[in-house]
């Protein structure tokens, strides 16, 4: 708890395991790791640290081998220090209260089976850009984010080879909120959290996109089109399309032409059609 700086780190440049910076209560950044270029197969954890402000010491940081973790630092509002960052496990970014961007991860060109996760960031505005990234090998979660009401930092990906999951992260992160299975090595335990909802009005950003794992819509109050999905050819395991209040129209969804293990339509009070579904 009375640790504040990360100095007598500058020469590290490799870590081959993991690297867990968590539970410091007066550590504000993570000055001490400009050197450090990768982590390996147990992945980069920055959890529960009360106030950081910065990761700005990560700028020379290139590639994780498993995934990145950040959550539950309360004062943090930028991720800036990961824009040459070119090669993840999986991005995990959760219940960061002041968190407003993400910066522009421009040099980002694989995302691994870990996904993209990014849930419960009340503040958060912008997903900045990921100008070289176009396809993810897992998941992509985005929940909860009670600012953001825009997907245009993902309109260069053309492949999810997980699910796309928009508005409803409880099936993943049960009744654990962000301390679900997949993330319970990282010592937080916000129950609390809501993993359900966004402020999305439609998906027009994600015109690029053609092939799913499975494509999950859920408990979006705002959402009112599916317009953005008309180029989705393939979907390969589940369809779940739920709790849509204004949703009125599957229609985008018509060029899917692979068949889908399992099928989900209900709740959604606007739908009086299935048309898009045939």
Known sequence: DTLTSLDGLQSLETVDGSLNIRMNASLTT????????????FGLSITDNPQLTSIRALASLESVN????????????????????????????????????LTNINKLEFV?????????????????????????EGDVLLAANNSL?????????????????????SSYYGDFGAGGSDDSDNGSGNSDADMRGTEFSSLTELTSLTSVGGLHISDNLQ???LAGLEKLTALS?????????????LAPLANINSPVQSLVIDNNDALTTLTGLE
């Open 223 to 225: 959402l009112s089109s």
């Open 237 to 249: 395991t589940s369809l779940r399309i739920s709790n849509n209040e204004v949703l009125g129209s």
């Open 149 to 169: 009401s825009s997907l245009k930092s993902f309109e260069n990906i053309t492949r999810i080879a997980g699910v796309l999951g928009i508005g409803d992260a």
């Open 66 to 101: 498993s995934r990145i973790t950040i959550w539950g630092n309360d004062r943090l509002e930028s991720l800036a220090g990961l824009e040459n960052l070119s090669s993840v496990g999986g991005l995990h970014i959760v219940s960061n209260e002041q968190l407003s961007s």
């Open 112 to 136: 691994g089976l870990s996904g993209i996760h990014i849930l419960d960031n009340p503040r958060l505005s912008s997903l900045g850009t990921f100008a070289q990234l176009t396809s993810v």
């Open 30 to 41: 993570l000055a001490g790791l400009e050197s450090l270029r990768s982590v390996g197969s």
